[in-house]
């Protein structure tokens, strides 16, 4: 028999109160309940939505990687409310990982730290280190401290594509292959946590986030670094530390990001395509000139990174269901600030088939 399509409950805590109104605090029990039992909860964070489940119970994580359809050599973010929490999960804990946590938690930034005995294998890919992060996210933490046990939750979506930064995301994506979707309104960022290796020094940036190499340097109080031999685009190099696959974030349709997007477009719609084009530039004569075709969507996308990143993945779902030929976006910025969107947007373009000449090897 098919398994039916999960529950969405709203869940709200309007800024002014103390508590979360009792309907949400229902939903965050049976969200508990499941949790407890085993089970698979979709939440959402202040990032991206979350497909959260028992951390420290290794068949409950086991069914993460099976309705993501996570290949098994990837390793999860475990979630917590506080940094105590944290501490009793971290073998040790290193100065870096001590100041980002006292200083940037709850944020968008994950460290990672030698994993403590409590850490089941699969949690960890099997490595000697764990991701931990605390959410800025109120309602995320309330139900952490409700479970009163850590919260693995890598995105709420099937491996591969694009993250969910709504609850609507979640439903399409990963459907009655979960068991509950507590719906908290749409992410505030956007884009997945930075990850930060602390383990290394001086400590070094895994994945570009929202929270700045910058803002990193100032916590710590020396360089964070980008890690040897990565370049600057996930396309550029494969990365080859543990866990760091060179996967997609990709639409389903096709996407392109070429250096003149204008005539790729005019070309594209030559040749009879329907194109959707995310760009910087909406009220440019490029774009102008084109925008009365019939088999163009323009999407005009915004200048600041950090508004950008809160559409990013929103925009992609949106035109997903367009049935477009392609997405063209235009190229962002190559400055430090643009980083983690270079990165995503890097994953999401179509790559050439393997063999093919300028596929990666
Ligand atoms: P996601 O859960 O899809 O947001 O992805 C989690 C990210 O954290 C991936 O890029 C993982 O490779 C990374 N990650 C999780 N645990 C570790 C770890 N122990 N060492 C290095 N990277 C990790
Ligand atoms: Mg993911």
Same mark, same amino acid.
């Given at each position: 028999? $098919?398994?039916?399509? !999960? *529950?969405?409950l709203?869940?709200?805590? !309007?800024?002014? &109160?103390d508590?979360?109104?009792? *309907?949400?605090?229902?939903?965050? *029990? ?9 089970? /698979?909860? $979709? ?12 951390a ?19 390793? /999860? ?6 940094v105590p929490?944290?501490?009793? +999960?971290a ?31 699969i ?5 000697p ?5 605390? !959410?800025?996210?109120?309602? &995320?933490?309330r139900?952490?401290?409700?479970? #009163? ?40 960022? #956007?884009?997945e ?6 383990? &290394? ?7 570009? %986030? ?8 100032? =916590? ?8 040897? #031999?990565? $370049?600057?685009?996930a ?15 990709a639409?389903?349709? !096709? +996407? ?15 040749? %009879?395509?329907? =194109? ?13 000139? /084109? ?7 323009? =999407? ?15 925009t /992609? ?16 910025? *190559? ?8 990165d995503?947007? &890097?994953?999401?373009?179509t790559?050439?088939?393997? %063999?093919?000449p300028?596929a990666?090897?």
């Amino acid at each position: 028999m $098919a398994r039916p399509l !999960p *529950d969405i409950l709203k869940i709200q805590w !309007p800024p002014a &109160a103390d508590r979360p109104p009792a *309907d949400t605090e229902a939903a965050l *029990d049976r969200a508990v309940g499941i949790l407890r039992a085993g089970g /698979l909860v $979709a939440i959402p964070t202040e990032t991206v939505y979350g497909l959260a489940a028992d951390a420290l119970d290794a068949d409950a994580v086991a069914g993460i990687f099976r309705a993501k359809g996570r290949p098994a050599t990837n390793p /999860l973010i475990v979630h917590v409310s506080d940094v105590p929490m944290a501490r009793g +999960l971290a073998g040790s804990w290193p100065a870096a990982a001590d100041a980002i946590a006292a200083r940037l938690w709850p944020g968008p930034v994950t460290v990672v730290v030698p994993r403590g005995p409590s850490i089941p294998d699969i949690v960890t890919a099997g490595g000697p280190t764990v991701a931990l992060r605390c !959410p800025d996210h109120r309602l &995320a933490r309330r139900l952490i401290e409700k479970v #009163g046990r850590p919260l693995a939750a890598p995105s709420a979506n099937r491996s591969e594509a694009v993250s969910p930064t709504t609850a609507a995301h979640v439903l399409t994506s990963l459907g009655s292959r979960i068991d509950l979707i507590l719906d908290g309104g749409p992410c505030g960022h #956007g884009i997945e946590s930075t990850v930060v290796e602390c383990t &290394a020094d001086p400590p070094r940036i895994l994945r570009p %986030g929202p929270m700045s190499r910058r803002h990193l340097e100032e =916590v710590v109080g020396g360089p964070v670094v980008w890690p040897e #031999g990565v $370049a600057a685009d996930a396309s550029e190099t494969p990365l080859r530390s543990p866990g760091l696959h060179a996967k997609h974030y990709a639409p389903r349709t !096709p +996407l392109d990001m070429p250096a003149d997007p204008a005539a790729h477009v005019a070309g594209l719609l030559d040749s %009879g395509a329907r =194109v959707g084009w995310m760009t910087r530039a909406a009220d440019g004569m490029q774009v102008r000139r /084109l925008a009365g075709a019939r088999e163009l969507v323009i =999407v005009p996308m915004p200048d600041a990174p950090a508004d950008y990143a809160r559409l990013l993945y929103a925009t /992609l779902h949106a035109l997903d269901q367009r049935e477009l030929a392609r997405i063209v976006v235009d190229p962002v910025p *190559d400055t430090e600030e643009w980083r983690a969107l270079r990165d995503r947007l &890097a994953r999401a373009v179509t790559r050439p088939p393997p %063999g093919s000449p300028g596929a990666p090897t």
